[in-house]
């Protein structure tokens, strides 16, 4: 079991930056990825960013590329996601993510986390 605690959210202007993090606990060692998804009202849950636990390579969605960087620090079992240059479209409730069950873009992983909620305001 993986348990998996989202923070970081909040409302902020357009241009702004925020920085989510995601505590992990249980049997993290035994998931390859984490991933962060966002979903906004009405909308279909989507990727958004992921990394292996292990460092390496991180894959962003192209609507993010550039702006958000997600990174991990394995001494504290934390991923973080770093949101540069806010839109009001990147309005969502964020979820991070462990151990995907496809690939790491699909959200279809075995555990997630409760949510945070981003406000973008224009």
């Known amino acids: 079991q993986v348990q998996l605690v989202e923070s970081g959210g909040g409302l902020v202007q357009a241009g702004g930056s925020l920085r989510l993090s995601c505590a992990a606990s249980?049997?993290?060692?035994?998931?390859?990825?984490m991933g962060w998804f966002r979903q906004a009202p009405g909308k279909e849950r989507e990727f958004v960013a992921a990394?292996?636990?292990?460092?390496?390579?991180?894959y962003y969605a192209d609507s993010v590329k550039g702006r958000f960087t997600i990174s991990r620090d394995n001494a504290k079992n934390t991923v973080y996601l770093q949101m540069n240059s806010l839109k009001p479209e990147d309005t969502a409730v964020y979820y991070c993510?462990?151990?995907?069950?496809?690939?790491?873009?699909?959200?279809?992983?075995?555990?997630w986390g409760q949510g945070t909620q981003v406000t973008v305001s224009s």
């Open positions: 249980g049997r993290t060692f035994s998931s390859r990825f």
């Open positions: 993510a462990a151990q995907p069950k496809r690939g790491y873009w699909y959200p279809d992983y075995d555990y």
């Open positions: 990394t292996r636990w292990s460092g390496g390579t991180t």
